[in-house]
């Protein structure tokens, strides 16, 4: 797009292409008479050489506030100061067509100068700093967490362990009536599965005792496989597609399964009218060529890939909390994810999900290999 009437225009529209902050120009009759590379690069706008519309260059774009709602193109920062609005810095989160959310920090100023006159608008792109922030906080959140349940199942594990104490000595008694007898039965049924809870919490907050030895990955994977092949509906496909050539990696072969299974049903979960899914194993560099994963340490990755629903970005921060679920109620306890993640960050490894709404998940399990995770 060509520079509007200011000269040396050579010099400006170099200065305005190295200041890496977007700039765009809109006159009073809302046409963009300039937006340089940043401009059109992070609104994803075609620049054909001729000015366009204000309103169908921003097609691509949902605005929204930090709450969520949307905001419509005539409440935008650029049209209210077209109306004369002083307009102060404010935080945006912009939704693009494909379900990426950028975040943005926007100014905009009316301005009438050498014939010209309408609205230039500042835009910083701040999507990377907010996903450090956001990164770092749940991280924190989620350490919180961990310490706080493991202080829930010791205490737990101890009420647990006297009520299946007596539950036994009451059934060793010789006139313990069928009736009593079959009570306390049930009373031990439940006992069990509320001491399963625990065992699941105590996966996330990472207290459980790990039994480590040189694994193959490729191993792991087969064998969770073989357990959930049953779970496989017909209208799902499974595609595997694991590396020969993978380092060992040093872990507890049966938790390991476990988080694989955890994800792998939940992959089938939301494909609940059917669709693709896809495991793999990788070494990370590989996975950093192929998708852009930054991974220096050089870790052994699983990638389980579904075509489901997908998960919303505001709720990507929060699948791996304990009890967080999506699912109805009675449908699941929502310790699967964060006992997963326990599982992995005990091993020294993380967990990294890619979702968009209607295109599916991605989660990818990095383990250190063997010589590493020590």
């Given at each position: 797009m060509?520079?509007f009437?200011?000269?040396?225009?050579?010099?400006?529209?170099?200065?305005?292409?190295?200041?890496?902050?977007?700039?765009?120009?809109?006159d009073?009759?809302?046409?963009?008479?300039?937006?340089?590379?940043?401009?059109l690069?992070?609104?994803?706008?075609?620049?054909g050489?001729?000015?366009?519309?204000?309103r169908?260059w921003l097609?691509?774009?949902?605005?929204?506030?930090s709450?969520?709602?949307?905001?419509?193109?005539?409440?935008?920062?650029?049209?209210?100061?077209?109306?004369?609005e002083?307009?102060?810095s404010?935080e945006l989160?912009?939704?693009?067509?494909d379900?990426?959310?950028k975040?943005?920090?926007?100014w905009?100023?009316?301005?009438?100068?050498m014939?010209l006159e309408?609205?230039?608008?500042l835009?910083?792109?701040?999507?990377?700093?907010?996903?450090?922030?956001?990164?770092?906080?749940?991280l924190q959140?989620m350490?919180t967490?961990?310490?706080?349940?493991?202080?829930l199942?010791h205490?737990?594990?101890n009420i647990?362990?006297?009520i299946?104490?007596?539950?036994?000595?009451?059934?060793?008694?010789?006139?313990?009536?069928q009736?009593?007898?079959?009570?306390?039965?049930?009373?031990?049924g439940?006992?069990?599965?509320?001491a399963?809870?625990?065992?699941?919490l105590?996966?996330?907050?990472?207290t459980q005792?790990?039994?480590?030895?040189?694994l193959q990955?490729n191993?792991v994977?087969q064998?969770?496989?073989r357990?959930i092949?049953?779970?496989?509906?017909?209208?799902?496909?499974?595609?595997?597609?694991?590396?020969?050539?993978?380092?060992?990696?040093?872990?507890?072969?049966?938790?390991?399964?476990q988080v694989?299974?955890?994800?792998i049903?939940?992959?089938?979960?939301?494909?609940?009218?059917?669709g693709?899914?896809?495991?793999?194993?990788?070494?990370?560099q590989e996975?950093?060529?192929?998708?852009g994963?930054?991974?220096?340490?050089?870790?052994?990755?699983i990638?389980i890939?579904?075509?489901g629903?997908?998960?919303?970005?505001?709720?990507?921060?929060a699948?791996?909390?304990?009890?967080?679920?999506t699912?109805?109620?009675?449908?699941?306890t929502?310790l699967?994810?964060s006992?997963?993640?326990?599982i992995?960050?005990?091993h020294?490894?993380?967990?990294?999900?890619?979702?968009?709404p209607?295109?599916?998940s991605t989660?990818?399990?990095?383990?250190?290999?063997?010589g590493?995770?020590?």
């Amino acid at each position: 797009m060509p520079i509007f009437c200011l000269q040396p225009a050579g010099l400006l529209q170099t200065i305005f292409e190295d200041i890496g902050v977007a700039v765009a120009v809109i006159d009073r009759d809302e046409r963009v008479v300039f937006a340089n590379r940043t401009a059109l690069e992070l609104f994803e706008a075609k620049d054909g050489g001729n000015t366009v519309q204000f309103r169908n260059w921003l097609q691509h774009c949902r605005f929204e506030n930090s709450g969520g709602s949307e905001i419509p193109i005539e409440e935008s920062a650029v049209m209210r100061a077209m109306r004369g609005e002083r307009i102060e810095s404010q935080e945006l989160r912009v939704k693009m067509l494909d379900g990426r959310t950028k975040w943005i920090l926007d100014w905009a100023y009316h301005f009438s100068a050498m014939g010209l006159e309408g609205v230039i608008t500042l835009i910083v792109d701040q999507t990377f700093e907010i996903q450090l922030r956001k990164a770092a906080a749940q991280l924190q959140r989620m350490e919180t967490m961990g310490s706080l349940a493991a202080g829930l199942t010791h205490d737990f594990n101890n009420i647990l362990n006297t009520i299946s104490t007596n539950i036994a000595i009451a059934l060793g008694q010789a006139d313990c009536s069928q009736i009593v007898h079959a009570r306390l039965e049930q009373i031990s049924g439940a006992t069990d599965r509320a001491a399963g809870l625990v065992r699941r919490l105590m996966q996330f907050s990472r207290t459980q005792e790990l039994h480590r030895q040189a694994l193959q990955v490729n191993d792991v994977v087969q064998d969770a496989l073989r357990l959930i092949h049953p779970l496989l509906r017909n209208n799902i496909s499974l595609a595997v597609d694991l590396d020969d050539d993978l380092p060992l990696i040093y872990g507890d072969s049966p938790q390991i399964e476990q988080v694989l299974v955890n994800l792998i049903v939940n992959a089938v979960d939301a494909m609940p009218d059917g669709g693709h899914l896809r495991v793999s194993t990788a070494r990370s560099q590989e996975l950093q060529k192929a998708s852009g994963f930054e991974d220096p340490q050089g870790h052994v990755c699983i990638s389980i890939t579904d075509s489901g629903v997908g998960i919303p970005d505001e709720l990507q921060s929060a699948i791996f909390e304990p009890f967080f679920t999506t699912k109805p109620a009675g449908k699941g306890t929502g310790l699967g994810l964060s006992s997963s993640y326990g599982i992995v960050r005990q091993h020294n490894g993380r967990i990294e999900v890619q979702s968009k709404p209607g295109y599916g998940s991605t989660f990818n399990v990095f383990f250190p290999m063997a010589g590493l995770s020590a």
